[in-house]
């Protein structure tokens, strides 16, 4: 079964500072990677995604994603930080070659930003 | 396309009383998911449809909970009765096998409060 673990339970940054969050997730083969943001009161809103390809992924907002097979992580990244950034952030893995890609979701992070 | 849809936005009811969260999917997906997102266990994946046939109810706490897809564009999932615990945000989310990207999009959640 697949499994993802984000080590952070809560994360508190600078405006304008690099951010990096983490990501590690447990699955067989070459899983489907993705990264939601969740902002109070709303629902999840997909920032990348990654399925096969060049590691790094481009999303939206800024953030880059960069799978690492060896380390069994797809790290979130932002070079500079904006206070409308401040959310939680999901981490999930999806199982290849299963009807309906059952997504399996970390337990988020959520991001505080300091003006 | 509008997204995925989801009503009521907020629900209030007393234990016992039943309650039912509507879902319509985005147009042409024909995968749809509910789940439930709590402080203690995080987002959980309740059941999921393929075709309008659920396929893996596995994740649905008990029999109290219900979740029909009579068409393609709309989805319950009912609780009765409704106890305190069952309080919770509740996602629906939509997907096509179709798409590349094996995305699944959420809608804005119900927040349900049962007092």
């Known amino acids: 079964a697949q499994s993802v673990t984000q080590p952070d339970i809560h994360i508190t940054v600078s405006e304008g500072a690099s951010l990096e969050l983490r990501c590690n997730y447990s699955?067989?083969?070459?899983?489907?990677l993705f990264w939601y943001v969740q902002s109070p009161g709303q629902g999840l809103q997909l920032l990348l995604k990654y399925f096969s390809g060049d590691t790094l992924v481009q999303g939206i907002k800024g953030f880059e994603a960069e799978f690492k097979r060896s380390q069994s992580s797809f790290n979130l990244r932002k070079p500079s930080v904006h206070w409308s950034d401040a959310a939680e952030y999901f981490c999930?893995?999806?199982?290849?070659?299963?009807?309906?890609?059952?997504?399996?979701f970390g337990e988020g992070t959520q991001l505080t930003v300091n003006p | 396309d509008a997204g995925v849809i989801q009503s009521p936005r907020h629900e209030v009811t007393e234990m016992g009383q039943e309650v039912t969260l509507r879902c319509k999917p985005i147009?042409?997906?024909?995968?749809l998911f509910w789940y439930r997102q709590t402080m203690m266990r995080g987002l959980e994946l309740l059941i999921y449809?393929?075709?309008?046939?659920?396929?893996?109810d596995s994740g649905m706490p008990e029999d109290r909970f219900s979740a029909k897809m009579p068409n393609a564009s709309f989805s319950t999932l009912k609780i009765q009765p409704s106890e305190p615990r069952d309080s919770a945000v509740y996602f629906c989310?939509?997907?096509?096998?179709?798409?590349?990207?094996?995305?699944?999009?959420f809608g804005p959640g119900t927040r349900l409060l049962v007092l």
């Open positions: 147009s042409g997906h024909d995968y």
């Open positions: 989310a939509s997907k096509s096998v179709w798409g590349v990207e094996e995305t699944q999009y």
């Open positions: 999930a893995v999806g199982a290849r070659g299963t009807s309906g890609s059952r997504l399996t």
């Open positions: 449809f393929n075709n309008n046939v659920p396929i893996d």
């Open positions: 699955y067989g083969a070459t899983p489907y």
